[in-house]
């Protein structure tokens, strides 16, 4: 018999997917029992992994593993060097989540550019004449960098180009001209252009290079009044920079769905910020993407063991 293991919850439409297939027994393991992911590692064939680290002692005690299925598009939380010295591809969710990322980052400019939540707390406690301090802004006619132009920034660009903005991209990764026939402008150093930028959305994987690629010195470069959004990973920011940058009015917002650590401690400079929108990484947790990430993962174990895994999703291509 075929052993898989779910570290933690998926939808219960995923389950019944793994269930069903001939030859597969389905083993659950609570987020909180390290002995037993460990115990159950050591027959298993594969894993559906949400959020929890996968590190290389539990990937070292799996022998028969032939595939570890993120429950997501990130993988920081998977020791890559022992997967990949172990010949185990890992496979993320591909574009599952992508449409419902976008949307919330649309959220975080529109809320972040008109004040939503301070708006919604100065009628709430009767404070109608804060109205008359305009403290909004338009997002017609300004700019908006999108950097990375991935499954969820090549989403958020026509999203947001509807809003009549002026939508920049930088992505060294891709063609140029793939940009350009979007219809969207191409931005060879990010970093350059910040003072132009009334908007910046980061939509980048972590790793060594996008490690706090956001910090003090970009900060600096940022245009006076400028609205940062971040829904990618909580790290690609230094967090005390952007922090600092609020307290000082340098930023007239930020959007965030992710920090560094996770969740942020409350004294944190942006939880405490009245300018600041927040949610509790929550890009795609929405009803619908649940569904979609969890069956999207278990497929792929399932496709991995039939042999027709989509390659486009695997992070480690050359063990296959």
């Not at 809003?163 to 402008?185: K, M």
């Not at 007239?252 to 400079?269: A, I, K, L, S």
């Amino acid at each position: 018999m075929t052993k898989i293991v779910v570290h933690d919850v998926i939808h219960d439409d995923a389950m019944r997917l793994l269930q069903a297939a001939e030859g597969i027994v389905v083993v659950n393991i609570a987020r909180d029992d390290r002995h037993g992911l460990l115990a159950a590692l050591r027959e298993a064939d594969g894993i559906v992994l949400r959020y929890l680290p996968l590190d290389r002692e539990a990937i070292e005690s799996a022998p028969n593993l032939r595939i570890i299925a993120r429950h997501g598009v990130g993988y920081d939380n998977v020791d890559m060097a022992a997967a990949t010295e172990g010949g185990i591809p890992v496979a993320t969710i591909g574009d599952a989540n992508a449409v419902t990322v976008a949307e919330l980052t649309l959220y975080f400019m529109l809320a972040a550019a008109k004040q939503g939540p301070a708006h919604d707390r100065a009628v709430r406690a009767g404070a109608w004449q804060t109205r008359e301090a305009a403290d909004a802004v338009d997002l017609y006619d300004k700019n908006i960098l999108i950097i990375g132009f991935g499954r969820v920034g090549s989403r958020v660009a026509p999203r947001i180009r509807a809003f009549e903005t002026n939508v920049y991209v930088c992505d060294p990764y891709i063609s140029q001209d793939l940009i350009r026939d979007a219809g969207y402008h191409p931005v060879e150093d990010w970093q350059q252009a910040l003072n132009d930028m009334d908007v910046v959305s980061l939509h980048v994987p972590l790793s060594d290079e996008t490690r706090h690629m956001v910090n003090e010195a970009s900060l600096g470069r940022m245009k006076e009044g400028a609205i940062l959004v971040n829904a990618a990973r909580g790290p690609v920011v230094d967090g005390d920079a952007v922090g600092q940058a609020l307290e000082a009015g340098r930023l007239f917002g930020v959007g965030f769905d992710v920090f560094d650590p996770e969740p942020p401690d409350e004294n944190n400079p942006i939880v405490r910020c009245s300018r600041s929108i927040l949610t509790p990484h929550v890009g795609a947790l929405t009803r619908e993407c649940s569904i979609r990430s969890a069956v999207r993962s278990a497929q792929n174990v399932l496709d991995a063991f039939a042999g027709r895994l989509d390659v486009s999703r695997v992070v480690n291509p050359e063990v296959l």
